[in-house]
C-alpha cells in the first residue's frame, strides 16, 4: 500500500508565499516522476511541475519564475516553493507520483494525494 501526504497549503494574501510538501511511505521500490496538478473552481485539472529523479523540472509558463519544485529522494518527498503568489494561483492543489511498488512491477501506477487547499486572496 503507498500513501501520498502533503502539507503546507492555506489562505496567503497577494504576494505572499507558500510551501507544499508530499511525502510517499509505504511499499515502495522506486518513484519516477513526481509532480503537483492543480485544479481551480471551474477549470480543469492542470500540471504545475514536475521532476524526475535527476532534479530535472519543468513548469507550465503561468508559474515560471515563481514556483519552484524540488525533491528529498532519501525522504521519497517532494516540494513545491511558490512565491509572489496571485489571485489566480487559488486552487486545490493534487500531489503526483509514478511509483514501482516492487522489482517485478514494470510499469508502476500513478498514485494522487488527497489535494490541498490554495486560496491568495485579501
Known amino acids: 500500500q503507498v500513501q501520498l501526504v502533503e502539507s503546507g497549503g492555506g489562505l496567503v494574501q497577494p504576494g505572499g508565499s507558500l510551501r507544499l510538501s508530499c511525502a510517499a511511505s509505504?511499499?515502495?521500490?522506486?518513484?519516477?516522476?513526481m509532480g503537483w496538478y492543480r485544479q481551480a473552481p471551474g477549470k480543469q485539472r492542470e500540471l504545475v511541475a514536475r521532476?524526475?529523479?535527476?532534479?530535472?523540472?519543468m513548469y507550465v509558463d503561468s508559474v515560471k519564475g515563481r514556483f519552484t519544485i524540488s525533491r528529498d529522494n532519501a525522504k521519497n518527498t517532494v516540494y513545491l516553493q511558490m512565491n509572489s503568489l496571485k489571485p489566480e494561483d487559488t486552487a486545490v492543489y493534487y500531489c503526483?507520483?509514478?511509483?514501482?511498488?516492487?522489482?517485478?512491477?514494470?510499469?508502476?501506477?500513478?498514485?494522487w494525494g488527497q489535494g490541498t487547499q490554495v486560496t491568495v486572496s485579501l
Open positions: 503526483n507520483a509514478h511509483i514501482r511498488r516492487r522489482l517485478t512491477d514494470y510499469g508502476g501506477s500513478i498514485y
Open positions: 509505504g511499499s515502495i521500490f522506486s518513484i519516477n516522476v
Open positions: 521532476v524526475d529523479g535527476g532534479g530535472s523540472a
